[in-house]
């Protein structure tokens, strides 16, 4: 059994989805996270232990070697699209409470601001390692981010923006959020965004990538 989950694992770091995918080149003609996953599940392996022991672990090493630059963009969205792949076949255990988030975040670019990459990439490794993401898009207001706060009780929120004129958004959907409900964690990342920045505007972490994220989610949240 912990051979499958091996192999899951190395195929989510690795990116490999299915036997069919020709990438990564060197494991042409082996098994992917789909074949993989639903042999696990055969094997009479737990939903939860191939969800924690195998995919949000590959998940986790992708989220460092990218913070550390030994992979890049191309290698994460790969990787993403791998562990959704065994994903698929775990989605009816959710549904049926045998399996469960770690917690909700709820995660946006702020109002004005059209960039959507950077959140993708960290919506990606949130989800990867666990938890329920719930993205918003992108040019999102104060009200759009409060009203989901509203539908997912217990949430985090998380604010991007690439823009300095956008910056300004982000302060005042803190402050939105903050003052009907002050319990709410609000992380912010963004490429002009900074540690003191966050401290500034009342927000409860600021994350220069998606690891930190997710290691703050892990460490200092509260699950649902």
């Known amino acids: 059994m ?4 091996e192999s899951l694992q190395r195929c989510v770091e690795r990116g490999k989805v299915n036997i069919k ?41 992708v989220g460092v070697r990218f913070r550390n630059k030994e ?8 990787a993403a699209k791998a562990m959704a792949a065994a994903m698929e076949h775990l989605k009816p255990f959710f549904k049926s409470d045998e399996l469960k988030h770690k917690g909700t975040i709820v995660i946006g670019t702020v109002l004005g601001d059209l960039h959507d990459i950077g959140k993708k990439l960290v919506s990606m490794v949130i989800e990867g390692s666990g938890w329920e993401v719930v993205d918003l898009g992108t040019d999102v207001s104060p009200d759009k981010f409060l009203k989901a706060v509203d539908e997912h009780p217990g949430c985090v929120v998380g604010l991007s923006a690439l823009l300095t004129t956008t910056m300004v958004n982000m302060e005042a959907t803190v402050q939105h959020i903050k003052s009907k409900h002050p319990a709410v964690k609000v992380i912010i990342g963004g490429a002009p965004v900074t540690e003191e920045f966050a401290a500034k505007i009342g927000a409860d972490y600021y994350s220069p990538d998606p690891q930190g994220a997710v290691e703050f989610l892990n460490t200092r949240c509260t699950p649902n």
Do not use: C, H
């Open 2 to 5: 912990n051979e499958i989950l």
């Open 21 to 61: 995918s020709p990438y990564p080149p060197d494991m042409k003609g082996q098994d992917g996270t789909d074949e993989l996953a639903r042999k696990a599940l055969e094997a009479g392996i737990a939903p939860q232990d191939i969800l924690s022991k195998a995919l949000i672990v590959g998940m986790q090493k």
């Open 71 to 78: 992979i890049f963009v191309p290698d994460v969205l790969m």
